[in-house]
């Protein structure tokens, strides 16, 4: 079948692909966090992905790899990628014709697989496998690196580190606020869940599941409100939540 970017499977990839790049624009230094895409791709999905594939379908990878580090882990996270593919790469085999070529042409098959799809656990085994086999036959000599090129890659590292600690901070907000949203919902005491969820909102307020668990704990506290009025001041607070909930998504959606 000849490639076409009017293909059914081809056109849904490639509106995906462009609503994560429109999330990449929204976060691009530290990303959405890691495993976060389809929360991302939540708040961007456009009219024409929903009308392809539906209300209720999200995307949780981009089906290339390089966005979904992009997405997920910023500008560190591609940067590190590209690093790690570029030093891939340079483990070509030093002897041509030799039994490493097939481990090499299958890793290098795979990593083209999977700017068009998705890694699986059981290809992402075998790939680190051979990487290994090629690491350990690596012949090629190396010439020792000058003073200058030390320095420079000392400088690199401390970069390096710098946005680690940054990229650490963010992702420790996000273990935060995944671990107030489970105290929530351990807690038996309806205001303790409250100010759980209401954490968890604010350490990050992309979850869908956060957002969600406490407004049902704002409409759970208003029943046991003892005046229609602070009943119905509790509701309206109900309310005004999910009404910006939803004007986040519809904006996401144009």
């Known amino acids: 079948q000849r490639l076409s970017a009017e293909a059914p499977s081809a056109s849904p990839r490639i509106e995906a692909w462009k609503i994560g790049l429109r ?60 690093w790690l593919t570029w030093a891939w790469l340079r483990l070509v085999p030093v002897d041509p014709g030799g039994p490493l070529d097939g481990f090499f042409a299958a890793g290098l098959g795979l990593m083209v697989s999977n700017q068009f799809n998705f890694s699986a656990a059981s290809t992402t085994a075998l790939f680190w496998i051979f990487t290994c086999l090629l690491c350990l036959h690596r012949t090629r000599p190396s010439a020792a690196p000058s003073r200058t090129a030390q320095a420079a890659l000392a400088a690199c590292w401390l970069a390096a580190l710098a946005l680690l600690s940054a990229a650490c901070a963010h992702y420790l907000s996000a273990f935060a606020a995944d671990l107030s949203y489970k105290r929530g919902l351990a807690s038996s005491r309806p205001e303790r869940s409250h100010a759980h969820y209401l954490k968890a909102v604010r350490l990050n307020a992309v979850n869908l599941d956060y957002a969600v668990a406490l407004g049902n704990s704002c409409r759970e506290m208003a029943r046991s409100l003892p005046t229609q009025a602070s009943r119905r001041t509790r509701l309206e607070e109900t309310v005004d939540h999910f009404r910006q909930w939803i004007s986040g998504e519809l904006r996401g959606a144009e």
Not at 69 to 78: F, I
């Open 23 to 82: 999330a990449f624009r929204a976060r691009p230094w530290l990303g959405w966090g890691a495993d976060n895409f389809g929360l991302a791709f939540r708040r961007h999905k456009s009219r024409k992905y929903l009308e392809i594939q539906g209300a209720g379908t999200i995307a949780s990878h981009a089906h290339n790899d390089f966005l979904q580090y992009a997405v997920t882990g910023g500008v560190l996270g591609l940067l590190c990628f590209a």
